[in-house]
């Protein structure tokens, strides 16, 4: 088996735009990653830098133009629908919005059950795993027979992420998962994902558009800008001595509470935004 559980080789996606003759949109450059069993990689860059969009293409719902994501040794870039849905069991997603990703008519118990429904499993099995899974991510087994409203963003995250984890994945996309939520809530639901991973050594594709949650979460990391990716190594070494003005910019952006700290890393960051348009 590879040491490799995702690899992404020279990935170009475009899409076509409509009313136009021109080319179309090209959304990732030849973007090349890898992500580890067991590892977190983080992926982080401003919005429409095209870091939702390589999540997606290894989620099979953006269609790649050229290059190649392999799994597990495996091209998958190419697959069918019918084979995608095979592949849900080894790889899930975890979205941004915990308001509209979970179906609103549907119980806890019923938006659980529903991808083990698919994969034949006994109802009694089922409705154990079920409490299992509501025990992982830390609610209380009465949560079933409740609708997603009667929970707050952060337990709605928290039930998306029992989904994504009933079918046993060995990956899961997670799509901006905690920006949506403030931030005590954050930190709680970031706490459950390395708390999983450590349990179950389930790995992940953490898209953020925040270097701190990303630093929080990941081993490496990989920056994008404008579809291509900037820089990319250990996390330690890109958050703490980042070689792309870009990666340097993000870090200056994140808050700090000293009011003289924050004033002095604005004036730095403009000095980087000035030097790149010279």
Not at 52 to 57: K, M, P, S, V, Y
Not at 145 to 168: D, N, T, V, Y
Not at 202 to 220: E, G, K
Not at 261 to 270: D, K, L, S, V
């Amino acid at each position: 088996m590879s040491d490799r559980l995702l690899d992404i080789r020279d990935l170009v996606v475009e899409y076509p735009v409509k009313g136009f003759r021109h080319s179309p949109f090209r959304v990732l450059h030849g973007v090349s990653l890898d992500v580890r069993p067991g590892e977190t990689v983080g992926l982080v860059g401003e919005s429409g830098s095209g870091k939702t969009t390589l999540g997606r293409a290894v989620l099979g719902l953006s269609p790649a133009t050229a290059g190649s994501i392999t799994y597990d040794g495996r091209e998958i870039s190419g697959l069918s629908r019918r084979d995608r849905r095979t592949l849900a069991g080894e790889i899930q997603v975890v979205f941004q919005d915990p308001y509209t990703s979970l179906n609103p008519s549907l119980t806890i118990e019923q938006i659980l059950t529903e991808p083990l429904v698919v994969r034949q499993v006994k109802p009694e099995e089922a409705s154990a795993r079920v409490r299992r899974l509501l025990d992982q991510v830390g609610l209380p087994s009465d949560a079933r027979s409740r609708l997603p409203r009667e929970f707050s963003g952060g337990q709605r995250q928290r039930i998306a992420i029992a989904r994504a984890l009933a079918l046993e994945p060995r990956l899961i996309v997670c799509d901006e998962p905690v920006s949506a939520l403030d931030l005590s809530t954050q930190a709680r639901v970031l706490d459950l994902f390395r708390e999983i991973q450590d349990r179950t050594g389930v790995a992940y594709l953490f898209v953020s558009h925040d270097l701190t949650v990303i630093r929080h979460m990941s081993h490496r990391v990989a920056v994008m800008r404008h579809g291509e990716i900037v820089e990319w190594g250990d996390c330690d070494q890109v958050t703490a001595r980042p070689n792309h003005p870009y990666t340097r910019q993000l870090l200056l952006a994140a808050p700090v509470p000293d009011p003289d700290r924050q004033q002095q890393r604005r004036a730095e960051r403009q000095e980087l935004q000035k030097a790149g348009t010279e």
